[in-house]
């Protein structure tokens, strides 16, 4: 089945105690994509991957860092999390520059004390 | 400010009903397209259009684009309680290797049964 997984689907966690939250798709698509979505504010992207090593920054990139090692994952971190990156996050995927359709994640809802 | 705005921020109609959301963007775009998502979970894709296209159908869906207004319209025909869900359109921006997709802040249908 065609899907885009994330890990984990929910954490809480402590302010400043790193934290990586792992994606993974099974579509061999070439462009990744990582949103948080908040109350108010909608989707917004974090950091984008166009394929493998080739990374960039999205709209609210502060505080998170991304690797695109291969083709099918594109974990996000969190070096240093604090209380506002408090937030449900979303991975996703498409084939050919997001072009086409983007297939999401189920979301990992983050609570940073 | 986002560049894809939903109108109205909530709709609430009667199953059976047709329901019709609005989005208008800021600059030009290769195509839009329309994402339904059920309370905290991932999007779903439901429809593409090209900047060149005006009017595309899908089932119960139409999408109209109209690019000299910078709008798109969704229109879902005989809603049903299923329905019941944020209604988000994103636009691509850029191009080459600076591709984004950007994402409105929805639209909340509410089809009572």
């Known amino acids: 089945e065609a899907q885009v997984t994330q890990n984990p689907r929910y954490l809480i966690t402590v302010t400043g105690k790193k934290l990586t939250v792992t994606c993974s798709q099974n579509?061999?698509?070439?462009?990744m994509s990582w949103y948080r979505q908040d109350p108010g504010l909608g989707l917004r992207q974090i950091y984008y991957s166009m394929n493998v090593e080739v990374t960039d920054k999205g709209d609210v990139p502060e505080g998170y860092k991304v690797s695109r090692k291969e083709k099918r994952n594109f974990p996000l971190i969190l070096e240093s999390p604090s209380p506002n990156q408090t937030s449900l996050y979303f991975c996703?995927?498409?084939?050919?520059?997001?072009?086409?359709?983007?297939?999401f994640g189920p979301g990992t809802r983050l609570t940073v004390l | 400010s986002q560049q894809g705005e939903e109108d109205p921020q909530a709709l609430s109609i009667q199953e059976g009903e047709n329901a019709t959301m609005n989005c208008s963007y800021k600059?030009?775009?290769?195509?839009l397209q329309w994402y339904r998502q059920n309370s905290g979970r991932g999007l779903v894709h439901l429809i593409l259009?090209?900047?060149?296209?005006r009017e595309k159908h899908s089932g119960r869906l139409r999408v109209t684009l109209d690019t000299s207004k910078k709008s798109s319209s969704l229109l879902i025909t005989a809603s049903r309680a299923a329905d019941t869900a944020s209604y988000f359109c994103?636009?691509?921006?850029?191009?080459?290797?600076?591709?984004?997709?950007?994402f409105g802040k929805g639209t909340l249908l509410t089809v009572n049964p």
């Open positions: 996703a995927s498409s084939s050919w520059r997001g072009y086409n359709e983007q297939f």
């Open positions: 600059t030009s775009i290769n195509n």
């Open positions: 994103a636009t691509d921006v850029g191009g080459g290797s600076n591709y984004k997709l950007t």
């Open positions: 579509m061999n698509h070439e462009y």
């Open positions: 259009i090209r900047s060149n296209e």
